[in-house]
């Protein structure tokens, strides 16, 4: 995966995971960023256009918060959505759209993902989207 490369080459860790370090992979993460349109016949449905995912790479800058850790409820997989006792995670928020998504990043997996802010919810609840930073980011 991408992220977990950068954060490799920054000779990042779980322990050395800081605000200023998740900042410099999510930067370094949008600046090698390229879309490269599917070759057809490989996808369900019609691919987004590039200038769709322009749009979204830029909305995407303009949401950047400068990271933090945030504990999020997991309701990723059906085990955990049916669990009665929530499990949760610390995750790093990278991202909010301001309609109440957060994107956050899991130096565990190297994986972003995405969560929610539901109304009247202690806490976001990651939602089980994970993937690269602009990937996700167009789940939206």
Not at 33 to 45: E, W
Not at 115 to 130: L, T
């Amino acid at each position: 995966m991408f992220s977990k490369r950068i954060a490799s080459q920054l000779e990042l860790t779980d322990a050395t995971m800081n605000s200023e370090s998740i900042s410099i992979l999510v930067r370094d993460t949008l600046a090698g960023y390229h879309y490269a349109h599917p070759p057809q016949g490989t996808t369900i449905g019609v691919p987004w256009s590039r200038e769709k995912v322009d749009s979204y790479v830029e909305r995407l800058k303009r949401s950047l918060v400068e990271p933090y850790i945030q504990r999020f409820e997991l309701r990723e997989t059906y085990e955990q959505v049916r669990q009665v006792d929530p499990s949760f995670a610390e995750l790093w928020v990278v991202a909010d759209a301001g309609n109440g998504y957060l994107e956050w990043y899991d130096p565990a997996s190297g994986e972003f993902g995405l969560g929610i802010q539901a109304q009247g919810s202690e806490r976001p609840i990651a939602i089980g989207v994970r993937g690269d930073l602009v990937g996700v980011f167009c789940a939206i």
